[in-house]
């Protein structure tokens, strides 16, 4: 089942979220510190609150989060070059990784992209690090294409 996140899950995200940066840190370690969240248990608490920012779980039959969606809405209004559009940004997709294999992260898009339809968005946007090929694959999968490619040189 997929729902709105919880106080109650706060923990759960937390163990999720150490999880992300794990596969971050694993592909980049000079950007990404390892074992760490992206969020505190305080900054949790805020976004949960937050209808701008809803964050979704993929529970499982004894209500635990094995998974979670976090999006924040944006608006493009009066900008100079770009059309007026509603964008809902997914900030972070994760399953567990005992759960993966399961269909977690799909039921958890296909959540996101009927809540977008819903809020009258134009589109569904995501990043992707190149050291997850991994999600890179599953956000192929799910139909989504590049919108931009970000590029660096190390110095």
């Known amino acids: 089942m997929v729902r709105r996140a919880e106080i109650a899950d706060i923990p759960r995200i937390l163990e999720l979220l150490i999880q992300v940066d794990m596969v971050h840190h694993n592909g980049r370690p000079d950007i990404f510190k390892g074992p760490a969240t992206k969020y505190n248990e305080e900054e949790l608490k805020a976004i949960i609150a937050d209808d701008q920012a809803?964050?979704?779980?993929?529970?499982?039959?004894?209500?635990?989060?094995?998974?979670?969606?976090?999006?924040?809405?944006?608006?493009?209004?009066?900008?100079?070059?770009?059309?007026?559009?509603?964008?809902?940004?997914?900030?972070?997709?994760?399953?567990?990784?005992?759960?993966r294999g399961r269909h977690i992260g799909k039921d958890l898009y296909d959540h996101v992209i009927e809540y977008a339809r819903k809020s009258g968005c134009y589109n569904v946007t995501l990043n992707v690090w190149s050291c997850n090929p991994g999600a890179q694959r599953f956000y192929e999968a799910m139909g989504l294409v590049p919108q931009r490619i970000g590029m660096e040189k190390i110095l």
Not at 60 to 73: L, S, V
Not at 78 to 98: F, G, M, S
């Open 54 to 99: 809803p964050v979704f779980v993929w529970t499982d039959e004894t209500d635990i989060p094995m998974g979670h969606a976090f999006c924040i809405h944006k608006q493009i209004t009066d900008d100079h070059v770009l059309t007026d559009i509603k964008t809902l940004y997914i900030d972070d997709i994760c399953v567990d990784e005992a759960a």
